[in-house]
């Protein structure tokens, strides 16, 4: 332990000196929750050649044994819940707003732990006062010894055993729970569920009307990121599935799953009843990159706002300036309803952008094209996913993702230069299966958006397959022209799912 607990009493003082005492017992209660905070994170940041996190973790399961077994005073005990919960707050390694946060509620429960050892010791001194051994409390600068090299165990007197009462096992037992629960929640979940989003502030920005910035976005909303695909119904009677005509950003529901929950593509068009018309040019740009829509609450992640996240301001506000041309059309949708517990625990998500945003070197081709298939979403449905929709490690780019709509059904193709995936692919062939949606006298999926895709340049297409001869070569074969069979590889069934 690293600084001392020197509690400050005398038997025999005025009510005035006891107000005066009880005043700086809450100010040292204060005082060491926030530095017991700040201390381990300031060290767990910049990183203890003396101690470990495995250290770190001895200690406090050594100190939560001694505090089970009873083998500790009270003020002790609740000295090492105090900073045992300041400690694992701490080895978190979070940063700024979140880190204030926890840390009002580390120097809170160091404060309660140690005014409260405070009272406890108080209260036998003073119980013992008229007669009978009193208790001196030697001054210290180390927490594990006092100055004549006593154990804080030497302490147990006739007066502080009579503490020792059941509810007091009750007690101890609710701080350890409490402890562990504040713990778990700050390494797993964090504290975004309870508190809401990130949020910035909206601003008064408005894009300029621009002709060259109305093709910008016409570009990126009807072909490269696929905008106009969840925001139009389809017109499910033609292959590929495209945008019926007339409909161009009035939403649809994508997702109805009575009585769990529902996803809702709102209506983009500027109809003041039913779309856009009532929102600001800057809170439609906080929902494309940031992921919080105009009302504030978190946009479920189907949205894919993480890779719209390094569109470039230009791209951003051509997007916005596009929507603001389409033609207001009524059209009332239901609202998302995001079943419980998945509604809070995407509150994590939203990543504020407070600084500017640049496209890379369209003459780079390799990262252009980076940033065209990230915007494209192609790892989306491209990159297999664990039943909770995180990307499985090792399989980017990989396919093998189930993906159905209405009566299609299908598996996300391999998309990485391994033998199983597209090595025999060229420049040549990669575009002409995005114009045709066919691989030769093979079709592809209607669920593969060949559709809009078709709309993108020759050269973006050539910078985007000259991102993809870069990816790491991944075995994993997928064939829907087989059977649905178990993969071990993506955890799914698809066909020739067990030849991996």
């Not at 929750?33 to 001895?58: E, Y």
């Not at 939560?64 to 400690?87: G, H, S, T, W, Y």
């Not at 529902?262 to 439609?284: C, F, H, K, M, Y």
């Not at 780019?397 to 709509?405: D, E, T, V």
Request: with cysteine; glycine share 8%.
């Amino acid at each position: 332990m690293r600084d001392a607990f020197a509690p400050r009493f005398s038997p025999e003082r005025t009510s005035d000196e006891n107000l005066a005492q009880k005043q700086a017992d809450s100010q040292f209660g204060i005082g060491c929750g926030a530095a017991d905070f700040d201390w381990v994170f300031q060290r767990r940041s910049q990183g203890s050649p003396a101690r470990t996190l495995n250290d770190d973790t001895a200690w406090m399961v050594e100190s939560m044994i001694r505090i089970l077994k009873l083998d500790a005073q009270p003020a002790e005990v609740q000295v090492l819940l105090a900073n045992a919960f300041c400690l694992a707050c701490g080895v978190v390694g979070m940063s700024g707003k979140a880190r204030n946060q926890l840390r009002e509620i580390a120097v809170f429960a160091g404060t309660a732990f140690r005014c409260s050892a405070l009272m406890t010791l108080n209260r036998c001194m003073w119980k013992n006062r008229d007669g009978g051994e009193k208790i001196k409390m030697p001054m210290t600068t180390n927490r594990n010894t006092f100055p004549d090299d006593t154990k804080p165990g030497t302490l147990r007197t006739t007066a502080t055993a009579s503490v020792r009462k059941p509810w007091r096992v009750l007690w101890i037992g609710l701080m350890v729970l409490g402890v562990f629960l504040l713990s778990g929640i700050s390494m797993t979940i964090g504290w975004r569920p309870v508190v809401g989003p990130r949020a910035r502030t909206l601003t008064t920005r408005e894009f300029e009307r621009t002709p060259q910035r109305l093709e910008r976005g016409r570009y990126i909303f009807m072909g490269l990121s696929g905008c106009v695909h969840c925001h139009s119904p389809f017109d499910m009677s033609q292959r590929g599935l495209p945008p019926v005509v007339g409909m161009t950003g009035v939403g649809q529901v994508l997702i109805e799953e009575a009585p769990r929950g529902r996803i809702v593509a709102p209506n983009l068009t500027p109809d003041l009843e039913t779309g856009s018309g009532a929102w600001t040019d800057d809170q439609i740009a906080r929902a494309i990159r940031e992921g919080i829509g105009h009302d504030g609450r978190t946009l479920f992640p189907m949205m894919p706002y993480k890779n719209f996240h390094s569109m470039s301001d230009e791209d951003l506000g051509s997007v916005v300036v596009f929507l603001r041309s389409l033609p207001p059309i009524h059209h009332e949708l239901p609202k998302t309803k995001i079943p419980f517990p998945a509604k809070y625990l995407i509150n994590g998500l939203p990543q504020p952008i407070s600084s500017p945003v640049s496209a890379p070197d369209p003459g780079d081709r390799i990262q252009w094209g980076k940033y065209l298939v990230r915007l494209a979403n192609c790892a989306d449905c491209h990159t297999a996913r664990a039943a909770g929709g995180t990307p499985i490690a090792g399989m980017d780019f990989a396919g093998g993702s189930p993906i159905k709509f209405g009566t299609e059904a299908s598996a996300s193709t391999n998309l990485t230069p391994d033998a199983s995936g597209i090595p025999y692919y060229d420049e040549a062939l990669f575009i002409s299966t995005l114009r045709t949606g066919a691989v030769g006298a093979r079709q592809l999926s209607s669920l593969m958006p060949f559709v809009i895709y078709r709309n993108l340049s020759d050269d973006d297409l050539k910078a985007m397959f000259a991102y993809l001869c870069t990816l790491k070569p991944v075995q994993h074969r997928v064939d829907n022209s087989l059977p649905p069979t178990y993969c071990r590889h993506c955890k799914h069934k698809h066909g020739a799912g067990d030849q991996n």
